[in-house]
């Protein structure tokens, strides 16, 4: 295969599996959410909220052949996450119990196996380790189950790496609702640390009681270890109440945001109804703008309301008009001038000329 057609080949799963992606982790973070509530790291609580949600349907589907395996592939890599820190322990019991579920739910034949990074492998044996402790077997008798059949891939990386080939690494984006508090305090002042402190002062009294015997210099506390451990517990009680006043704050501003969106629904509404009220004017035609228009509201006694009359720009008056005003004048009573061709009688001796008087020479 040409590096082209299979640089092609790996788009289109990339496009596939960012398909798939933000479903799936919101349904993994839907199930854990239910298993974080119920305070318990039960392998029987877990499964009654796998049954409730019917999580074995995820695999049910159009997919088939190599899509089938890239999702399930898919599906195994974003539950592994939730197995590893910065959850606290009872999210990765959940994420640990969800890798068993998943495993013997996937429709692939031969199954998809559990990729395993080498950098991983220390934290795996760190959580089996606190849970034999701790006495959670059945978190313990899951991973030896998962290792007994086999259902473990151990490899060097998380991620299957290709030759010339760009791949756009999965970037997992921590849940802040399932990560765990940090408490370096209490890992660093652990009860073997208190024990090696109180052994180190003893020895350190007693070679300072063989120097100096009426000695009564004290450079140290004599009760050092105690008021390490009055101060973690102190810390831890601190920390609880600082986490407990957070969620207070939390449920405060969450109530002051649903009494901002109540006002401003409360506000949309009367802006609706003005809107309606006013709405209800009738426009006028463009004959009649110059008139007021009165709308009858005399059930609400608030009077009419009247629309601003409208003024428009004045045209000059035309020709025919002012001829029209300058001749026959304004008002009814017109100024008619009658034009004649003749004369009155007594005006034609005034218009006539004198006549010469001839005068005849014989």
Known sequence: ????????????????????????????????????????????????????????????????????????????????????????????????????????????????KIRIALKDWEQIQKFYQDSVNSQHYDAVYIIRKLIAENAVLYTAMPQMLTFRVKKKPQLHKVCEEFRDRPERVKDLISTDMLQEVANIQGHYERLKASVLERSSI?????????????????????????????????????????????????????????????????????????????????????????????????RAPSLRARTHKNLCGEGDEQKIQYWLLSAAEEDKTALKRPKRKRSFRW
Request: aromatic share 12%; glycine share 6%.
């Open 218 to 314: 004290a450079v140290t506390q004599q009760d050092l270890p105690a008021r390490l451990h009055s101060c973690v517990l102190e810390f831890l009680h601190w920390q609880d109440r600082h986490e407990n006043r957070g969620d207070a704050d939390h449920l405060v501003d969450a109530e002051e945001k649903a009494q901002q969106v109540e006002s401003s629904n409360r506000a949309q509404l009367l802006a609706s109804i003005k809107t309606k009220s006013y709405g209800c004017l009738a426009e006028a035609s463009k004959s009649r703008r110059h008139r007021q228009v009165e709308m009858d509201t005399s059930f609400s006694g608030t009077g009419y309301i009247k629309e601003a009359p409208k003024y428009h720009k004045s």
């Open 1 to 112: 295969m040409l590096s082209s057609e299979r640089h092609a080949n790996f788009t289109e799963k990339g496009k596939a599996k960012d398909r798939f992606l933000k479903p799936l982790v919101a349904d993994y973070e839907e199930l854990l959410g239910r298993f974080q509530q119920t305070e318990s790291v039960r392998f029987e609580e877990f499964t009654a909220i796998w049954r409730n949600m019917g999580f074995s349907s995820v695999f049910y589907g159009s997919l088939a052949g190599n899509e089938m395996r890239e999702f399930c592939h898919l599906t195994l890599t974003m539950a592994f996450n939730y197995f590893l820190p910065p959850y606290s322990f009872q999210i990765r019991v959940g994420g640990l119990y969800l890798l068993y579920g998943l495993y013997h739910t996937q429709l692939a034949s031969p199954k998809e």
